[in-house]
């Protein structure tokens, strides 16, 4: 208190008034101050009493906090001005400064505020851009009044029985597209930080949560998944989707784990969910419950198998990947067309051959007509080029049921609905067009047929509108006719009163549902309803019958056997003069087969998209893994070439990596290109050879390995030289393909046996193992491109899925055939090869290379930095015979090490090793003072532009692609030497 009273005390200082003779002669000039600060004052109080009505006002209204500082601020403001004025009388100088100590503070709190609202502000939208998202809104509402108006109008002029079910029949090609995108997922929301803000039914069914249960709850919680056979949680597609910003699809052989313990089986994918700006505000996730398509994929699967057995025998010209495909596109009753983007012909099934009278081979678009004519919907007018569906798809149009007649030129005529549209690669770039056709000739036959009676009926009607008696004779008669039509057509059919009660159903109800008129009568139709949909059906229906509205909706049915099947149900009311609604008449229409036909061709599609993908990840992975083993034989066949021995076993181990050598250029040769592997473009350079030749080079390639696995290898070959008609090469890679299968697929210490024996004018070679084995369902895939039994990463061993493959092309293009066999897993495998042998004849000896003797070069000090311990020891043994200083490390950190004590002058680095890759060691080098000067080559299997590029900002000098050539290293380092 004492404090706030000296506050307030004015002794010492005088007041204003007695501050000098200048006010006292001119008093006018201090009663300006006085009057101006009180104005001041006056004004400073009345903003803040406005902003806090304003506030009061507007209780949504932002930035309350700058609001109410901005107020503080206006306040402190003019009471300075009233102290100023006060003091002229009573000179309160202490509190005068501490008012205005307090008014700094706040005026700084306050710019502190608005520069942290500042931008904010900056990012709300603009009123014009308000306005305009208004307007375009309120045009969208008005085009949408002016369309259910008309609606309604057409409505109004079908209220006939008989012409409402013309009105179905047109309606059903509409509603064809909407009603197969719609389908009854599961579907979760989250936010950015992965808790969950959304569940609908299914979803709550399937996971056991409810939504109010779920809101806020980790996504990893509520939807917990694990791999089937394995057991392990797998990575959250949603999550990726968070992280990534991608569309995530999740890995096949996931289960969902619910609350309540119960697991299912599931299909989903994940897609982040954006904000106005771009940013990623969460993630929607959408699965379903596919236990039934699993046990109808298994069944499938079964039945394909034996169905692609009898297919491979009579069509090994067509492409190991294209061989499920093509089976079931000829199985399908559905014609499947499909061109290039020069719209050439590339894919036609069965159905379609039928259609147009087509043949195999591709047909240019100019040739078409010399095989079919084409005509519109009525049969009668041709169709242009340009109208032709598939060019119709291929210039970017959706296609849904277009109608057209198709002649053969030997065959009917025939009435097909077309559905398609254009397909694009991951770059948006146009590849072709697809197009599905069923053949629709008798539905149509079915419609003209209804039309006829249907004109038939309302011309006796008109006939018999004379008199009442007459009439109402006529209108029980057309009453049968109705019964009788409507007994006889596909769809269930049924009537209710004016309040959704149903009393009648034609018969094709009772067959398909097994119930009778009395369960059926009123609301009795609930029962055979799927309790997951009936909830939704029912309320949806009361609305439309309380409205007076047309109703549709797609929802399941139970046949009498138990089986739920899906149906297009709609249902228009029947109104007298006055539009008082007397009765409902409705359909149900099975349009199960065509969910089933949607879901296949999305299929087809993704099965075509995930082809290409892996081809195209395949090429890549090949082009670096294929250069790391050249690498060793190349440096290693260099170093004898400069040790210059005479000695024979010198001259046998150059001869070997010489062969070894060739062997990989080859395989390199052929392996970068997979089309010509599925294409059967591989080439043969036959001649004859032992097969002892063969197996022995086949285990001398694969014998590092299998020692690596520490595996027991017994190979029994028979006493008497056997020879084949055989390419040396090809064939050895064939048995060393199927010793490093067994080695990889067997657990460490296993057994391996390769034997060989001759039957009559054949040779029979086995590989055994005692291995992981091959499950049944896989033994019939073994062989087919890309293809690896086990993709667990606790069984991974590596691989493109394309050795089998060459083993199988191998051996069929040398006469043989190969076979695997196994009684499941753990059981081992036993994979068998019969081949043609041949008489013998003389062979040629093959001369010997020249060796090159070393020269005097220049001595340098270089590390080797490489985690294949082969490629480091015969690099840096080629480099150490050249006469330089040699040091070797085997990761980035072993790497980083060696340089800061060796110092060496060059630094061969490859990029990907273990600890600390190449990139990394090379940054790590540069930042030390000692490292600047150091010339470091990257030295690696990755060669493309974007991977040179990445080692000259990692701060690389050079860049060189695995094998290296000696000649051009050993100029490298001279130049090195000069430069320096």
Not at 345 to 373: C, K, M, S, V
Request: net charge negative.
């Amino acid at each position: 208190m004492s404090f706030l009273f000296r506050l307030f005390d004015s002794a010492g200082f005088p007041a204003r008034w007695s501050c000098g003779p200048g006010w006292s002669e001119s008093p006018w000039l201090g009663w300006l101050h006085i009057l101006s600060d009180l104005g001041i004052w006056s004004a400073y109080f009345a903003i803040p009493l406005v902003l806090i009505y304003f506030i009061v006002q507007r209780k949504d209204l932002p930035f309350r906090r700058i609001f109410v500082l901005f107020g503080a601020f206006i306040l402190l403001c003019g009471a300075t001005h009233l102290v100023d004025a006060a003091i002229f009388w009573w000179p309160i100088y202490r509190f005068a400064g501490v008012l205005k100590f307090v008014t700094a503070v706040v005026s700084w709190g306050t710019v502190v505020a608005l520069v942290q609202v500042v931008p904010r502000v900056l990012a709300m939208r603009a009123p014009e851009e308000l306005e305009r998202e208004i307007a375009a809104r309120t045009k969208a509402e008005n085009e949408l009044q002016l369309t259910n108006a008309e609606l309604e109008q057409r409505v109004e002029k079908r209220t006939l029985e008989l012409s409402q079910a013309m009105t179905e029949l047109a309606a059903e090609r509409e509603l064809l597209h909407t009603t197969l995108a719609s389908i009854g997922d599961a579907v979760i929301a989250t936010d950015i930080n992965s808790k969950v803000t959304f569940l609908n039914s299914v979803a709550e069914q399937l996971t056991a949560w409810t939504n109010e249960e779920a809101r806020g709850v980790q996504l990893e919680t509520v939807f917990n998944i694990v791999n089937e056979s394995t057991r392990q949680p797998v990575d959250n597609p949603a999550l990726r989707a968070l992280r990534e910003g991608v569309i995530v699809g999740l890995a096949n052989h996931t289960v969902l784990i619910a609350k309540d313990g119960t697991e299912r089986p599931i299909d989903d994918s994940a897609a982040p969910i954006r904000d106005p700006r771009g940013g990623i505000a969460g993630a929607v996730l959408v699965f379903r419950d596919i236990t039934e398509r699993k046990e109808q994929e298994n069944e499938l699967i079964r039945a394909h198998a034996e169905l692609e057995r009898r297919v491979e025998m009579r069509t090994k010209e067509l492409a190991t990947t294209n061989r499920f495909q093509q089976a079931l596109l000829e199985s399908i009753q559905v014609g499947i067309v499909a061109c290039d983007q020069q719209g050439v012909l590339t894919l036609f099934n069965r159905a379609t051959r039928e259609f147009h009278g087509l043949p195999l081979t591709q047909i240019p678009a100019e040739q078409w007509a010399d095989h079919y004519d084409l005509f519109q919907a009525d049969g009668a007018s041709r169709m242009a080029m340009d109208q032709v569906p598939l060019f119709r798809a291929l210039r970017g149009e959706n296609l849904v049921d277009v109608e057209m007649v198709i002649a053969p030129k030997q065959g009917a005529p025939r009435t097909l609905a077309a559905s398609g549209r254009a397909f694009h690669d991951d770059r948006g770039e146009l590849l072709g067009a697809v197009v599905a056709m069923h053949d629709i000739t008798f539905r149509k036959q079915a419609e003209a047929e209804l039309k006829r009676i249907n004109d038939d009926l309302e011309d006796r009607v008109q006939r018999r509108m004379a008199d009442l008696t007459t009439a109402m004779a006529a209108l029980k008669q057309s009453e049968e006719h109705f019964r009788t039509l409507a007994d006889n057509i596909s769809q269930l059919a049924w009537m209710a009163d004016s309040d959704g009660a149903l009393f009648w159903y034609n018969q094709r109800w009772y067959d398909y549902t097994g119930t009778t008129p009395a369960e059926m009568q009123g609301w009795g139709w609930q029962q055979v309803h799927h309790p997951d949909h009936l909830d939704r059906v029912v309320a949806k229906y009361k609305q439309a019958v309380a409205e007076g509205e047309q109703w549709e909706d797609t929802f399941p049915l139970r046949s009498k056997e138990g089986e739920y099947r899906w149906f297009l149900s709609r249902a228009v009311p029947i109104r007298d003069e006055t539009g008082r609604v007397l009765h409902w008449f409705g359909t149900n229409t099975d349009v199960t087969e065509q969910r089933k036909m949607a879901d296949e061709l999305r299929q087809l599609a993704a099965d075509l998209s995930e082809a290409d993908r892996r081809k195209d990840e395949f090429l890549a992975t090949l082009a670096h893994e294929l250069r790391n083993p050249l690498a060793p034989i190349s440096n290693g066949l260099q170093v004898l070439k400069i040790a210059g021995s005479a000695d024979s076993t010198v001259i046998q181990t150059r001869t070997m990596m010489e062969r070894q050598l060739g062997q990989m250029v080859r395989l390199v040769d052929d392996l970068l290109d997979v089309s010509r592997i599925t294409r059967n473009k591989l080439e043969l350079r036959k001649d004859r050879v032992e097969l002892a030749t063969v197996i022995s080079s086949a285990v001398e390639t694969s014998r590092p390995l299998i020692e690596s696995c520490g595996h027991n290898l017994t190979v029994e070959m028979p006493s008497e030289p056997i020879l084949l008609d055989a390419d040396l090469v090809r064939l050895a890679q064939v048995f060393s393909n199927l010793l490093n299968n067994a080695a990889k697929y067997t657990t460490r210490g296993g057994k391996i046996q390769l034997h060989a024996e001759r039957r009559g004018d054949e040779v029979v070679v086995t590989v055994t193992d005692n291995g992981l084995g091959i499950p049944a369902a896989m033994l019939p895939k073994v062989f087919d491109m890309f293809t690896q039994v086990d993709r667990t990463l606790e069984r991974a061993q590596g691989g493109l899925g394309i050795g089998l493959t060459l083993v199988r092309r191998l051996v069929d293009m040398h006469g043989g055939t190969v076979t695997a066999l196994s009684e499941g897993d753990d059981r081992g495998s036993v994979f068998t090869v019969r081949l043609p042998v041949v008489d013998p004849i003389a062979k040629k000896a093959a001369p010997a290379a020249a060796i090159k003797s070393a020269s005097n070069r220049p001595k340098r000090k270089i590390l080797v930095a490489d985690d294949n311990v082969d490629s480091a020891t015969s690099l840096s043994l080629m480099l150490k015979y050249m006469g330089n200083e040699m040091r070797m490390a085997h990761d980035g950190l072993q790497a980083v090490a060696a340089a800061e004590e060796f110092r060496p002058e060059v630094i061969l680095l490859d990029i990907g090793m273990p600890n600390l890759n190449g990139y990394e060691a090379c940054r790590r080098i540069r930042e030390q003072e000692w490292g600047k000067k150091i010339y470091l080559v990257a030295l690696t299997g990755w060669g493309q532009d974007e991977d040179r590029q990445r080692s000259k900002e990692a701060g690389f000098n050079y860049h060189l692609v695995k094998p290296v050539d000696p000649g051009m290293l050993e100029k490298l380092l001279n130049s090195l030497v000069v430069n320096s």
